[in-house]
Every structure is written in structure tokens, then in C-alpha cells.
T-cell receptor, first 115, second 108 residues
Framework: EAGVTQFPSHSVIEKGQTVTLRCDPI?????LYWYRRVMGKEIKFLLH????????ESGMPNNRFLAERTGGTYSTLKVQPAELEDSGVYFC?????????????FGPGTRLTVL | AQRVTQPEKLLSVFKGAPVELKCNYS??????LFWYVQYSRQRLQLLLR??SRESIKGFTADLNKGETSFHLKKPFAQEEDSAMYYC??????????FGAGTRLFVKA
């Protein structure tokens, strides 16, 4: 089993540019999550998909962030336009069911640096 | 507000010494708590969850509702325990709230 994969592993962009992060969950996992860790701070929940539907996007910082999961398989997280404070590590995770009883499996993360 | 606090950013202990990683939470409902671990160059992974009442790799954690704490303990630390540890709270849905993490360094 490949596990959760994320692409790219690193991205360095300038303020104002657009970046798209991709996450491929474990096959068969309906639940997909995005998180962000800003240096020195907590890992913050961004949003949760069940298949292609956004169930909870309460953690999305603002409308510069757009997440999609067309077809209920892989997901993308687009930041447009990027700001300095968007720098951090973006994690994706997937689970078969509720994290209460089903382990969330995390990807390796994408380190985003906005200059 | 729902919050998880890990007061120590770094904890350094000698091999064989007991270790306790502190975690306090703020939540008005019935909490379910977890500990996650990230070893060097590895992915974040679940270590243990309160609901399972389990002991993993010698680690245990007890939920103390009176003190709103879920401290992680191990009686004898090993060098391979060196990692970043995150305490996390599940409020009953699919939203996990993490603390800022504690880096544990076990010295030989």
C-alpha cells in the first residue's frame, strides 16, 4: 500500500503567485483532510472531504484558499494569490471512517515558502 | 473555545529516565484525546488514543477530566523515543484539534 502521497514536497513562490498542492489519499478512503502547520504553532485543521463533498471547511483561512476533490479521489488545494503568512507545511490525511475509531494516515507534507 | 495546550516545546531526558509529556485541553463536551508522533524523516502517525485504553511502545496516557489533562508517560525512555509528539482532541466529528507539539530528546 502506497500510503497518502503529496506533491510537491517543497514549493517556493513569490507573494502574489498561485500554487496548487495535490494529495492522493489511500485507495478506498472516503475521508480526506487538509491541515497546516505554521512554524512553532499547532497543526491546524483546514477542511474535511467525504468523497467529493466538503463536510467541514471551517478551518480555511480565507477565500484565497480553494480545495477541491473532483471525483472523490485526489484533492487539490490552491492558494491564490499567496501571501507571506501562507508559508508552512501543508499535510493531507485520509481515513476509512471517523478518526475516533479509524486511524488518520498522514502524507509527508508539502513545505510551502512564500517570499 | 476548543484548544489543546502543550506547555513544553522541548523536553530533554536521559535514557532510562521517566518521561512525561504534558497536555491540557479546553472543551466543554466529552473529549476524546489522542497522541500523535512524528519521528525524524517520517510521517505523522497515531501513537495512542484514549478511547482504546492502550499502551503503545511503553507509553500510556490517562485522561483526567478534573484537570483537563491527558499527559503522556513512559517509565523508562529509550533513545528511539526521540521525536515530536502532538496531543490532539476530537470533538466527536471529523475535526481534529492539535497542540503545538513537544520535541522529546532522549540522551544516551
Amino acid at each position: 500500500e502506497a500510503g497518502v502521497t503529496q506533491f510537491p514536497s517543497h514549493s517556493v513562490i513569490e507573494k502574489g503567485q498561485t500554487v496548487t498542492l495535490r494529495c492522493d489519499p489511500i485507495s478506498g478512503h472516503d475521508n480526506l483532510y487538509w491541515y497546516r502547520r505554521v512554524m512553532g504553532k499547532e497543526i491546524k485543521f483546514l477542511l474535511h472531504f467525504v468523497k467529493e463533498s466538503k463536510q467541514d471547511e471551517s478551518g480555511m483561512p480565507n477565500n484565497r484558499f480553494l480545495a477541491e476533490r473532483t471525483g472523490g479521489t485526489y484533492s487539490t488545494l490552491k492558494v491564490q494569490p499567496a501571501e507571506l503568512e501562507d508559508s508552512g507545511v501543508y499535510f493531507c490525511a485520509s481515513s476509512h471512517g471517523s478518526p475516533l475509531y479509524n486511524e488518520q494516515f498522514f502524507g509527508p507534507g508539502t513545505r510551502l515558502t512564500v517570499l | 473555545a476548543q484548544r489543546v495546550t502543550q506547555p513544553e516545546k522541548l523536553l530533554s531526558v536521559f535514557k532510562g529516565a521517566p518521561v512525561e509529556l504534558k497536555c491540557n485541553y479546553s472543551y466543554s463536551g466529552s473529549p476524546e484525546l489522542f497522541w500523535y508522533v512524528q519521528y525524524s524523516r517520517q510521517r505523522l502517525q497515531l501513537l495512542l488514543r484514549h478511547i482504546s485504553r492502550e499502551s503503545i511502545k511503553g507509553f500510556t496516557a490517562d485522561l483526567n477530566k478534573g484537570e483537563t489533562s491527558f499527559h503522556l508517560k513512559k517509565p523508562f525512555a529509550q533513545e528511539e523515543d526521540s521525536a515530536m509528539y502532538y496531543c490532539a482532541l476530537d470533538t466527536g466529528g471529523f475535526k481534529t484539534i492539535f497542540g503545538a507539539g513537544t520535541r522529546l530528546f532522549v540522551k544516551a
